[in-house]
């Protein structure tokens, strides 16, 4: 597995993919991406 952590604004959002799907993408930092969401399931935590 692979963790991807992409900034949109202030906020960070963290995504978790197979490390194939990382590969095949060639993900590297700094990398710019777009993020779309499917949630079958959100959570909410308070800081």
Request: net charge negative; hydrophobic share 50%; aromatic share 0%.
């Given at each position: 597995?692979?963790?991807?952590?992409?900034a949109?604004?202030?906020?960070?959002?963290?995504?978790?993919?197979?490390?194939?799907s990382?590969?095949?993408?060639?993900?590297?930092?700094?990398?710019?991406v777009?993020?779309?969401?499917?949630?079958?399931?959100?959570?909410?935590?308070?800081?």
């Amino acid at each position: 597995m692979a963790e991807v952590v992409t900034a949109v604004g202030d906020v960070e959002l963290v995504a978790a993919m197979t490390r194939g799907s990382a590969e095949r993408l060639g993900l590297k930092k700094g990398d710019e991406v777009k993020a779309v969401l499917k949630a079958s399931e959100v959570l909410i935590d308070k800081p």
